[in-house]
């Protein structure tokens, strides 16, 4: 039986590096990215070596670490992709994740109705897009497997996001948005809470169109529980 080390200089199926144009690079940087995506959901983080890759891909192992000094470093990536696709749905409406004071800008004096579509644009974004519903999938599956990948799954849909909303409103209720005397970082938990519940509950069976119904309701709830008093 061959070694890793064996397998992984030899010339089956392997393409050099060294010399090969940057549009070419591009792509086998983008073909790793798919087979890790694959087998990390296949079979899990823990189980998917560079070795897999590198034999997947049809390259030397040692050029997987020219385009990602880790395993980790791919995993990073993936969540960097999914996060730019998301990124794209909010600058399609308009909307930006940082900095919070410019993604503030957008929401005010938004009516109720446009709120409910970014809503509900952004819901069913995290449930079919094809980059990020996977990576989500795929972190709250290995979460219970792996302390780092339990940490990004935290921090990347968890922390990041109350932040980004406690910022968020913040900001609105320092120009008038909102009620007076409330506190933003309450107000985060009350409206980002229920969302990250809902999400969960979409994928059960039958469940996405009464998450979205919820969804609205929510929505309409949290502008009526924290909206500035009209006279």
Known sequence: MESERSLADSG???TREAGVPPAKRSTTREALLEAAMNLFSARGYAGTSIRGLAREVGIRESSVYKHFPSKQALFEALIE??????????????????????AAEPYRGISEKSLLLVAQSFFTFVLHDPDFSRIRRLMQIERYRDPAVASHFADYFIVQPLSFHTELFRQ??????????????????AFFGPVFMLIDYAESEGGEPVALDLLQRHVRHFLQIHGRETV
Request: charged share 30%.
């Open 12 to 14: 089956d199926g392997a």
């Open 81 to 102: 992709r999914a996060h730019d696709a998301l990124a794209r749905i909010g600058s399609a409406q308009g909307l930006s994740f940082s900095p919070v004071r410019e």
């Open 172 to 189: 609105l209720l320092d120009s008038g948005e909102f009620r007076e005397g409330l506190d933003a970082r309450e107000m985060a938990v």
